[in-house]
């Protein structure tokens, strides 16, 4: 019989594709989400769909049940770095006291595996790149101290009550993957909002800081394609039948300047992208890009999609077919 999967924030970009890829693998999916940020628009239909919130702990104790749920891979979370520096309260309320709910709820029905979308933020500015997983953490905002706390009590649910579990730290997950892409409302990412320009529903695109210590003078920033970035999902989720602890980088290994992508995106688009420079925002570190060689070499992970024309090319065909985003 086919494993069955709860995927919490699985209306939303990176959860949907998720959910998809285990559907396309045999895996039964149930997605709970409460579309503050997603879209049922986004979810697979053949996945079994739930309007709620992992707050609600007497909902996951009927879903578990009912669905019979073995595994969850957790996505439900604000994602808005600059946000968490004006409330705070409202990441760890969300991201870190939510997600204890989830966790009482899997210790409770004994529920073992856990796939932990975490982020590359807790590392704040590195000491070094490429980072690895053993790097210090020590994040520079509340959304990465309130994922930083869900990976400690992660560890802590392990050592007690046997809960095996992966953190899979990512920067920039870009692209879109068949009826799925990225469509965040506000948007705050570089690539859908150069795409907006593009479109013609932003004039221009700006860049914060042109003196940074990199080539061509603007931050550097890591970016993987969201299908590869989904694989490496479901490879650990499989693994954890085998491992207890499961800790990952996913990155493509290379960084891309805020001007290599404006360019690649007038390449791919033949639109000239205008564009207007700004100071430094605070606390933007000049090139961030994290090391995946340890899944690489543990379980075989390799992007599909490394380069930057085949993340952006992905990102402008979803684009011209979803003007609207998901909205359309």
């Not at 045999?26 to 739930?50: M, N």
């Not at 770095?81 to 939510?98: H, I, L």
């Not at 992660?154 to 579990?165: E, N, P, Q, T």
């Not at 570089?190 to 990199?214: C, H, K, M, N, W």
């Amino acid at each position: 019989m086919a494993e069955s999967v709860l995927v919490t924030g699985g209306a939303g970009y990176i959860g949907s594709i998720v959910a998809t890829q285990l559907l396309q693998q045999g895996y039964q999916v149930t997605i709970l989400d409460d579309l503050s940020h997603g879209t049922e628009a986004a979810v697979p239909t053949s996945a079994k769909f739930v309007k709620g919130d992992i707050a609600d702990r007497g909902l996951l104790d009927r879903l578990i049940q009912e669905f019979r749920i073995e595994a969850v891979m957790h996505f439900a979370a604000f994602i808005e770095a600059g946000e968490s520096m004006q409330v705070p309260e409202k990441y760890f309320r969300n991201n870190t006291a939510n997600a204890l709910t989830l966790l009482e709820a899997l210790v409770a029905h004994k529920i073992s595996r856990l796939v932990f979308s975490s982020t590359a933020a807790l590392y704040g500015t590195p000491d070094r790149t490429p980072i690895l997983e053993t790097d210090p953490l020590h994040p520079t905002n509340a959304y990465g101290e309130s994922k930083l706390l869900v990976e400690q009590m992660l560890a802590w649910f392990h050592k007690i009550h046997g809960l095996r579990y992966a953190c899979l730290r990512y920067f920039n997950a870009a692209g879109a993957a068949g009826s799925n892409g990225e469509d965040h409302l506000p948007e705050s990412h570089l690539i859908p909002l150069i795409l907006q320009v593009a479109l013609g529903s932003r004039e221009y695109i700006s860049i914060f800081g042109t003196d940074y210590p990199t080539a061509d003078g603007t931050c550097v920033r890591d970016y993987v394609h969201v299908s590869d970035l989904a694989s490496a999902h479901l490879l650990v989720l499989n693994a954890l039948k085998q491992k207890d602890q499961l800790i990952y980088n996913l990155g493509n290994g290379q960084g891309f300047s805020v001007r290599e992508v404006i360019a690649t995106v007038r390449r791919i688009t033949g639109h000239a992208i205008p564009v207007r420079e700004s100071g430094r925002r605070p606390g933007d570190p000049a090139v961030l890009v994290a090391s995946s060689e340890k899944i690489r070499a543990e379980l075989g992970w390799k992007p599909q999609y490394p380069d930057l024309e085949s993340i952006v090319r992905s990102a402008w065909d979803w684009r011209l077919a979803h003007r609207n985003g998901y909205r359309g």
